[in-house]
């Protein structure tokens, strides 16, 4: 049997084998620290890539719409992100009309909401509870409450708040443009 005092004077007596090479403590240190860090990216991926968009959800982004069979006065609806939108071909007669207006509750002048003057693009969702307007001669009335668009769609009257939204959309050529 060892006494304490043998077991302390063995352990005292370090070969030059035994001693710590910094240079391979750091080296060890730094290697498990990167392979962590890439076990843990590796380990988060699937959570990460979880987050992105659907291919159903990508591919109702962007609605890309073709004009030449839409005859002047006549409206278009497409689906974009689940909502109607309402491409209207404006004669010249309503575009006149238009640009002599404000608009009512919301003023608004017609060329803020178009970017070609006979084509209107709005969201076909009433701003008062959702409704879906129907298209009259004069513009669009709200079936549910009477809220009544101009031919630029602004509110005119009735309980809506606000003009029907325009949404984000472009001219890609004269006769296609794209929403979204």
């Known amino acids: 049997m060892q ?36 076990g843990a990216a590796g380990a988060c991926w699937p ?7 659907t291919s159903a959800v990508k591919s109702e982004a962007v609605t890309e719409v073709g004009l030449q069979g839409i005859a002047p006065g006549a409206v278009h609806t497409v689906a974009w992100r689940g909502e109607p939108v309402f491409i209207f071909h404006r004669n010249q007669d309503e575009i006149a009309a238009m640009e002599q207006s404000n608009g009512g509750k919301d003023p608004q002048p017609d060329a803020a909401r178009v970017k070609h003057a ?25 079936p549910c409450h ?3 668009y101009d031919n630029s769609g602004r509110v005119l ?13 472009s001219f890609v050529a004269d006769d296609k443009i794209v929403i979204g």
């Not at 240079?23 to 392979?35: C, S």
């Not at 709005?122 to 008062?128: A, D, E, N, Q």
């Not at 009257?157 to 959309?169: E, H, I, W």
Request: charged share 20%.
């Open 146 to 148: 009477g809220s009544i």
């Open 118 to 142: 006979d084509w209107l693009v709005v969201v076909g969702i009433c701003t008062h509870l959702g409704c879906v307007p129907n298209k009259t001669g004069q513009g669009w009335l709200c």
């Open 47 to 53: 959570f990460i890539s979880s987050m992105n968009p």
């Open 3 to 38: 006494t304490g005092r043998s077991r302390s004077k063995g352990i005292s007596k370090m070969t030059e084998r035994d001693k710590v090479d910094p240079e391979r403590r750091d080296f060890l240190i730094n290697t498990t620290a990167i392979l962590g860090a890439v």
């Open 157 to 169: 009257s009735g309980p809506a708040p606000r003009n029907l939204a325009v949404p984000p959309y």
